[in-house]
Structures are given as C-alpha cells and as structure tokens.
C-alpha cells in the first residue's frame, strides 16, 4: 500500500446505547438492544501513529478514520478539503472576538452532503450493493444520485415536491432513476426505512446507517487540521435530523480521545423554528416529541420527527453542556444576506441557519462572545430557488454610461 492510500484502522460496530460490538458488515441496528451503532477503530494505534498516519487530499485523506477498507472502493468527486475562512468583518458586525465559517458550498454538488455520500456510496461498493435510495428534501438526492452515478450504480431518490428547481434539475441530470413525493420528509421516510429491511437497495438514509454517518466526521477533522491540530471553543453545526452535528461532535471526540487535539469544543444545534424539535425539547428539558411541520425556506431541515438521531444529539447536547437554538425564516433570510455582504459567501437558507442560529443565541447570552466560533455553513446559495431582482435593463450610450458610472461610484464633476 502507498503512502497516497492509507490504510482504514476500523475494527468493529458498537451500539451507542448497550455498547454491544458487532463484527463490521451492513448492520443498521444493534441486534441485541436495536440501539444505533457506531463505528468502532484501532485508537491505540491511531493515538501512536498521530496525525502523520494521514495522507493524500481531500477526504480520504482521513481514510485511516473510515470504515473503507479497499481504496477501489473510495468513490471521489473531489469532496473536502472546503475553506476555513476567517470572517472579521462578520465578527465585528455581531460583536465576537473571533469568528470563522466553514463553508461547505465547494463540495461538489454543493453541500455538507457530498462527506456522507462519498462514504455511503463507498460502502454500498464494499457490501456488494448494485442500488442505492435516499428521501431527500433535495440536496441529500442530488449527492447521493451523483456519487451512485460516479460509482456506476443505480439510484433511486425520492424528492420533495416543493425543492427548488436546480436541486431537481441537478436530481433529474444525475439520478438513475427519480421520484418526487406528497407531503414532507416525515411522511415518507417511515414507510421507506421499512423496505430498508428488504435490502433492495443500499440505505442512503440519514437515520440508521453509521457507514453514512462517518463520512461527515471529516469536517471536524479538517477543521482540527485547518487549524495546525487546535480547535474553536464553539462549532455551530445545524441539526435535521442530526448527522451533520453527531458526526463533528464525534469526530472532535474521537481526536481529543486520541491525543490529537487538546480538547474538544463546545457544541451548538442549529434549527429552523419551524421544525425545532431538538431545539425545543433541550429548552424545556423533556424528551423528545414529533413535531407536525410546514415550509422553512430551511428545506434541508424540515425535518420533524428526527427519531433516535435526535435523541442522540439531546443526549450530547446534556451530556456536554452543549447549547440548541432555533431561527425563524425571516432571520434566516437575514443571515443569508449578511454573510454575502459582510463576506462575500453566498450560502443557501439551509446552509445559513446556523449563524441565524448564532446571532440569536448571541443576543439571549447563551453564546460567549469571547470564544473563538466557528460556523459550519453547509451549502452553496446557487441551489437556492428565489425571485431574481428587476430585469428591467438600460439603454445606454457612452454619455450615459459615463454619467452612471460616476453617479453610482459617487465621484463628483
Ligand atoms: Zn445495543
């Protein structure tokens, strides 16, 4: 093996509830409790070897950390390896010392995304699957059908109705096969993780499947690297159904266990109020509970009913300290222009919701704004479906051109 494609080190599944270990094959639940599973590796090994056990770009670049054994199987776009910006502007506009947003907008189709369905599709090769399915709001389908097709796979996406149109047309150029869905992401994905079972097809859902899951660990371990192996005191990272938020915080966790970070950071959910079902069940300290949800302009987290996946980040949220807020459209929509003129980053609803997040966590003090902060903003606004500005274009001759020109740029003669 060369030094460009380093070894995986997983050893096992573990069920997070009952801790019962499962050899490392297509398992979705612990057989024992039904509890979810999780990936499981050499950490001796890894504490020893450091850092320098990574090699090559880009995500599999943290192949030592995946559960991918064969590097035939490591399907790639070119995911990863997305900008750490530092935003001193934005930092000064919301009064924090220090603020950096990881910006997820550069992965290849766009999103967070593309660090799970890169590994998902990879596993589906290494388990022998010839399909893969996913319910998706939109930007999980165009990942997972563009990683099948790279992969040479078939793919089944079932959309939602109401994604905007360049996810569906980036859906309908890249999936095998394509099927829009009534209703929201809670009513179909119950009866569609029921056929999970019949093993049609390999689950690219974001509720069971831990293979899935670990590919989004990289972005705390990029993160951690970005940063010469230190960390923010504070990640916001948005919650859906949770993958994104679990998986960061397991990753940090898993890098603080090794000794390659000195500690972990402080977590923070991110939901769109019109679907806070985590958010809300940590204010009022209860179990959680479905919730029956409308629109949010936050399509990638109209999600009600996160099931076990929003029991666990609860638990962490408890079990850490962490911090869960939520946002209203309105100053999502708000966070969505700030950022592009503040900084120039041009990020969807979804994708913004965590600094709404933020600012409002900001202003109840619920945030320290003398921690270092980072922001995870997990896809690009060129996705995004909305009223375009006035097309109502000038007629202009070199006098008139001239006379704008000034007026607009405010020089005077
Ligand atoms: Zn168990």
């Known amino acids: 093996m060369t030094s460009e494609t380093p070894e995986s080190f997983a050893t096992e599944l573990r069920c997070i509830d009952c801790g019962m270990a499962a050899p490392l094959g297509y398992r979705l639940q612990c057989s024992f409790c039904g509890g979810l599973l999780e990936l499981a590796y050499d950490e001796t090994a890894l504490a020893r070897r450091g850092p320098g056990v990574l090699a090559g770009t880009g995500l599999w670049r943290y192949a030592p950390v995946l559960p991918i054994a064969d590097p035939a199987h490591r399907v790639t776009l070119g995911e990863g390896r997305t900008p750490l910006l530092e935003c001193p502007a934005l930092a000064r506009h919301l009064g924090v010392r220090r603020l950096r947003v990881k910006f997820e907008g550069p992965n290849p189709t766009g999103t967070v995304k593309d660090r799970s369905s890169t590994t998902a599709v990879a596993a589906a090769l290494q388990f ?10 939109g930007n999980a389908g165009s990942s997972i059908a563009a990683y099948s097709a790279r992969a040479g796979l078939r793919s089944l996406i079932f959309a939602y109705e109401k994604a905007s149109a360049p996810k569906l047309l980036h859906m309908a150029a890249t999936a095998t096969d394509l099927v829009i869905y009534q209703g929201v992401y809670d009513d179909l994905i119950t009866l569609w993780d029921r056929l999970v079972e019949d093993r049609l097809f390999f689950d690219c859902g ?18 951690a690297e970005q940063m010469g192996w230190r960390v923010p005191d504070v990640v916001v990272a948005p919650v859906a159904v949770g993958e994104t938020f679990i998986a960061a915080h397991r990753g940090f966790s898993e890098m603080e266990r090794l000794g390659w970070i000195a500690r972990r950071p402080l977590m923070v959910a991110a939901q769109a109020t019109r679907a806070n079902a985590v958010a809300s069940a940590w204010r009022e300290n209860r179990p959680l509970q479905p919730l029956r949800i409308g629109y949010t302009v936050a399509e990638g987290l109209a999600a009600g009913n996160p099931g076990r996946k929003g029991e666990w980040v609860l638990r962490i949220l408890r079990e850490t300290s962490g911090v869960a807020g939520d946002a209203e459209d309105e100053e999502i929509l708000r966070a969505q222009a700030l950022l592009a003129r503040a900084e120039g980053i041009w990020a969807g609803p979804t994708g913004v919701a965590a600094l709404a997040v933020l600012q409002r966590l900001l202003a109840e003090k619920a945030v320290d704004p003398d921690a270092s902060i980072c922001v995870i903003v997990s896809e690009t606004g060129l996705k995004t479906e909305a009223p375009p500005p006035s097309r109502q274009g000038i007629a202009f001759d070199e006098e008139s051109l001239r006379r704008l020109v000034r007026e607009r740029l405010g020089i005077g003669g």
Do not use: D, L, M
């Not at 022998?128 to 709001?137: D, K, Q, R």
């Open 206 to 223: 974001a509720s069971r499947n831990a293979y899935k899951h670990e590919g989004k660990k990289t972005i705390a371990y990029e993160i």
């Open 128 to 137: 022998g699957f010839t399909a893969t399915s996913v319910v998706s709001s």
